[in-house]
C-alpha cells in the first residue's frame, strides 16, 4: 500500500500541480490600472513549425493532457511494467517505460550547448491583443491559453475581462531575455488599453501579478527597467528570485522525494481536512527515491541546456554544479547569460542586484511586495527552509536558519531596521530581505497555494488593486509572520492583544480559530512548551469560522526574544477524528534575552511532552509503527481531561 501511494505521489510531482477552487467575491475599491499575469514555470504553451510541411506542430501546453497522451502512448509497456513489478518485485522495466515516454513528451524542448532551442519554437500568442483575457476567453472557448485561471478569474470579476492581460514566454530561456520581452510586452499592453479611449482615461502604468518563475522573471525586469516608471504594483508570490531547491536537487541528482511532505502538501493544496499523512508517518520511503534516483539522469538528458534551469541553480551551488555538467567551451554562451544573472542580479554585491534595482523602482512610485512560505521543507528533500518548492531565502532574501533549526533566544536581527523582524518561531530574518517592510512571511504556505488560504487570498488582490501603498507595519490585520488559515490545518492561535506570533503583558489570552469549511471541531488541550503557561478548560466547540478566546493563568517573564510553543489537540468529524497543531510564539517583554554566540542555532521542534514521559526509546518505537504523533495528541487530551476533572471537583470541594 505504502509503496502504491509513494509511486502516485512521484508521478503527481513530476507531472502536475494540485490546484484548488475560489469560491466567493472579493471587493475593495479598485486603482485604474489593467492587469498582467505572468505565469508559473511551463505555463505557456509552445508550438514549431514543420519545415517540411509548414504544418504547425504543438510542442507543449496543457501538462494534463499531454501527460495522458504520453500515457495513451505508452499504455501497453506500462500495463505489463506494472504486472511485472507486482509479480516480482522488479521496479526496473517501469522506470525504462516512465523515461522513455519523458523523453518522448520532451522531445522538442531540447536545447544546444550554448542555450539556444534545437528547434524552432515559439509562443501562440504574443501580442496584447492576442493575450487580452476578453479576446482568450473568445478565441479558445475549450480553454486552450487559459493560465493561472483561478487568479485571472478573481482579477477579471473585479476589473472586467478586457482589463487583464496574460504574458506569454518561452520559459527554457532565461529571466534575462525573458525581462527584455516584458519591456516591449508592457509598452504593447499600455498603449492596446489606451485605444480609443478618452485623453482622461488612458493610463501609463500597469500591475504586475506573478507566480513562481514567473516572479523570477519579473524581479528581473523591475530590477533592470523598474526604474522607468511603468509599473503601479507589482506582488511576487512564491517568487523563485534566488532560484529553486528542486532544480538544483535535479540537477545534482541528490534529490530524496521527502513524500510525507509532499502529501502534506496535497493535502493543502486540496484543502483535504483529513490527516491523510499519517499513511506515511512511519518512514520516509527509499523505494521511490531508487525510481527518482533511475529517472534523473534521462531527465537531466534533456534538460541540461535550458537556461531557465540553470538560473534556477542557487548561486551557493552554481560554480559547483557548472564545473560538473557545462563544457566551458560549447556552452560558452549559456554560462556568460547564466554567470550575469547569478552574479549581477541574484548576488548582494551585483550591480543590479533585486534589493538595489526595487529601490529604484520603488523611488518612481512603484508599489513592489512579496508573499512568500517558510518552515516546509523541500518535496525534493533538500535541508532548506522553504515552501516546498523555493527556498525562503530564494524568495526573498532574507537570513534563515538551517532546516529543523532555529535561532537561539536572545538573536538579534542582522540589519537595524527600525522594527523586529524576526519570525516568531525564531527561523527567518526579515532585516536582510530584498524588500524588508513589503514582505510578508505565511508559515506553511506552500508553493502555489495562494486562493487555497483567505488570509492570503485577501492580502494578495489587496496588494495588487487597492489605490493605497501598504507595508507590513500599517497594514491592519496582515503581520509580515502568520500562520497559514487553509482548512487542512485545522485550527489558528493567537494572542488577544499583540500581533500574531508574539505575545506580551497585555495579553490574557488565546484566541483559538476554527479554519474548518465545513467541521465543527472540539478543542480538547492547549499546552505550552518553553514558557509556565496553564490552559484549564471545558473542552469547547467552535463552528467553521468561529472563534473563541481561552484565558491562561501563570507570570509571563520579563524577558524578550525568548521562543516557546503551544499545541492545541482538537476532535473533528473526518476520518482522521484525532489531529494537534503545534503554533510557535515569541515573548516580547522586557529585556532580550542572553544570547550565545557560540551555539547560534538550537532544535526548533521542543519535546513532546509524551516524549518526556515514556522516554527517547519508547518513542523511537512509536515513530518506527507510525504512531508516535497521534499518540502524542491523545496523551495531551487525556491530560487535559485529567486536570478538568481534578479542577472540577476541588471546586466542589470549596
Known sequence: MKKLVSVLLALILMFSMCSTA???????????????????????????????????????????????????????????????????????????????????????????????????????????????????????????????????????????????????????????????????????????????????DKVDKVNLLAVSHGGQTTGTYLTLYGHEGKVNNAVLTVPALGGASLAYDLMSNQGKLDEYGLLQYIEHGMKWEEDYHVLLEAEQLGFVDAIVGELVPQIIDVVRYWQSLWDFIPVEHYEELKAELLDPVACADLIERSDYMHYEIMSPGGENYYGTGFKKAQDVGTNIYIMAGYNAKSVSGGEVTSDAIIPTASSTGATVAPFGKRFADGYTQKVDTGYYQVSPCMTVDA????????????????????????????????????????????????????????????????????????????????????????????????????????????????????????????????????????????????ITPVSDRTFDFTLLNGAAAEYDEKAPYVNADMAKELDEVIGEKASNLLKKLGIRNTAATVYNILVNLIDFVINFFAKLIK
Open 431 to 574: 532585516s536582510t530581505a530584498y524588500i524588508p517592510h513589503h514582505t510578508w512571511f505565511v508559515e506553511n504556505y506552500y508553493h502555489g497555494m495562494t486562493t487555497s488560504d483567505p488570509y492570503l487570498k485577501t492580502l494578495l488582490f489587496t496588494l495588487l488593486l487597492s489605490t493605497e501603498s501598504y507595508d507590513v507595519h500599517t497594514m491592519k490585520g496582515y503581520y509580515q509572520f502568520h500562520e497559514t488559515t487553509n482548512p487542512s490545518h485545522g485550527v489558528h492561535a493567537a494572542f488577544n492583544n499583540s500581533n500574531e506570533g508574539y505575545v506580551c503583558a497585555k495579553d490574557t489570552a488565546l484566541v483559538v480559530t476554527n479554519c474548518s469549511a465545513i467541521n465543527d471541531i472540539t478543542v480538547m488541550s492547549i499546552n505550552a512548551r518553553g514558557l509556565e503557561l496553564d490552559f484549564t478548560f471545558e473542552p469547547f466547540t467552535l463552528a467553521p469560522g468561529e472563534s473563541r478566546q481561552v484565558a491562561f493563568e501563570g507570570q509571563l517573564p520579563e524577558i524578550s526574544k525568548k521562543n516557546f510553543e503551544i499545541n492545541i489537540a482538537f476532535m473533528n468529524k473526518t
Open 22 to 200: 475560489f469560491a466567493g467575491a472579493y471587493t475593495q475599491q479598485v486603482n485604474e490600472y489593467p492587469v498582467i499575469m505572468i505565469s508559473g514555470y511551463s505555463s505557456s504553451s509552445l508550438r514549431l513549425f514543420d519545415e517540411e510541411t509548414g504544418e504547425e506542430i504543438h510542442a507543449w501546453g496543457n501538462t494534463g493532457d499531454q501527460v495522458m497522451m504520453a500515457l495513451e502512448e505508452y499504455k501497453e509497456e506500462l500495463i505489463a511494467a506494472a504486472l511485472k513489478f507486482i509479480a516480482t518485485g522488479d521496479i526496473s522495466p517501469a522506470v525504462e517505460v516512465v523515461g522513455t515516454a519523458f523523453n518522448w513528451l520532451f522531445d522538442n524542448l531540447r536545447c544546444n550547448p550554448d542555450g539556444s532551442s534545437i528547434k524552432e519554437l515559439s509562443t501562440y500568442l504574443n501580442t496584447a491583443e492576442e493575450t487580452n483575457w476578453a479576446n482568450i476567453q473568445k478565441n479558445y472557448p475549450g480553454g486552450e491559453h487559459n493560465e493561472e485561471t483561478e487568479m485571472m478569474e478573481i482579477v477579471s470579476s473585479e476589473i472586467g475581462d478586457e482589463n487583464v492581460y496574460l504574458f506569454t514566454c518561452d520559459f527554457r530561456k532565461g529571466p534575462v531575455e525573458i525581462a527584455e520581452r516584458m519591456r516591449a510586452y508592457i509598452d504593447d499592453v499600455i498603449a492596446h488599453h489606451n485605444e480609443g479611449k478618452a485623453e482622461k
